[in-house]
């Protein structure tokens, strides 16, 4: 039977930990163990873990590191034949392993398995949803559209040569499995898996300066390879077009209006969504803080 390794990367997590932790606990499938990777937290991270079973693999850090490191430090003792993910504030449903194993078993072309999410807000209240639009199989073409793997929703074999950029802030999670996916045959399910909580104050929200960067970096690895610009060549531009959006929002934040209208005017036939986001960029910018809705 499959064992599954659940790699969980914590720093200071006490507030949301003991529900996450929990939400494995709870899963109809037994098989696994938590390799749990403590990043020199200061608060009661320790004591929490310290109140369950030996399912947990409990390891420290020498220092903090950057979650990338910390990441790649816990994929070194996942030993399971399949590694799914868990962020300290999120929570699995409890059909999430088994519905997944199950699937990977008995299809043995995928590699990767994803599926679709409940967001939460800090308070555990349900604030959307989302399915994936993606068909099983080659789902490359539809990530570069529109990217929908949830890291804490995947399943993945350990047989892969699994390794994250370390040096991305924002996306080491897109960058890993769009490169997988550029690969690999990939299981995507129709139903929710996790509740996925979204915090005002993440380190998503954070790094808004990098995320065009960081994405552009991730696209152009990708497409040095000849043979994937002509077979995707409508969706790499669309990939693209998100890099000039995200970049746009950047240069609106720091009062660069102009340059972020330059940038968007690059994609504006691509879509009407993109025309509209042009022409927007051209009014004041109070208009582009209101439908952004930021302050």
Known sequence: MAKVSVLMNAYNAEKYLQEAIDSIYAQTFEDWEIIF???CSVDDTKKITDGYDDKIKYYKTDKNIPLGAARNFGLQHCHGDYIAF????????PNKLSTQVKIMEENKAFWLCYGGVIYINEHGEETARS?????????????????????QSVLLKNTLTLKINEALRHSPDFDLFMHLAS???VCVLKNYLVKYRRLKNSLTSKNIDVWWSEMKHTLDKLFDDHT????YKKERAYAYAKVSYYKACYLM????ENEASAELSKYKYLDYKYFVLYLLSL???NVW?????SK
């Open 37 to 39: 990777i403590d990043n």
């Open 86 to 93: 868990l962020d300290t504030d999120d929570i699995w449903l």
């Open 131 to 151: 399915l994936p639009k993606a068909r099983s199989g080659d789902v490359f073409a539809q990530q570069l559209k529109r990217y929908e793997i949830n890291m």
């Open 183 to 185: 690969q690999y045959q």
């Open 228 to 231: 994937l610009q002509e077979r």
């Open 253 to 256: 934040r720091v009062d660069k």
């Open 283 to 285: 009014f004041p910018k």
């Open 289 to 293: 803080k209101f439908v952004h809705g």
